[in-house]
């Protein structure tokens, strides 16, 4: 069921958008909903999609909440599919 989780969250571009952000450090909800021309409802829904395949972190600071990349199961996916795509050494 992760696996599904994530390649699901993974399959939309604003999704994608985000986690490419994230890449820079933490930035709140605001920070994001201001980067692209959707709702904030449509940012808070893609927010929730990466938190339940545990791509993203949210701590409160305040009364705002800030979101962060979860680099040990983006290492986990890329160990995946790097094992999945074989070794072309042996060709």
């Known amino acids: 069921m992760g696996l599904q989780n994530t ?18 450090g933490r930035m709140s ?22 938190k339940d395949a545990d791509l993203i972190r949210d701590t409160r600071d305040g009364k705002f909440i800030f979101y962060e990349l979860n680099t040990s ?6 160990l995946w599919i790097t094992d999945l795509k074989g070794d072309d050494t042996d060709a």
Do not use: C, Q, Y
């Not at 709702?39 to 990466?50: K, N």
């Open 29 to 50: 909800a605001g920070e994001i909903v201001n980067k692209f021309p959707v709702t904030g409802a449509s940012i808070s829904r893609h927010l929730s999609v990466l």
């Open 7 to 24: 390649l699901k969250a993974l399959s939309d571009p604003i999704r994608r958008e985000i986690l490419n952000l994230l890449k820079g």
């Open 73 to 78: 199961v983006l290492e986990e996916i890329m």
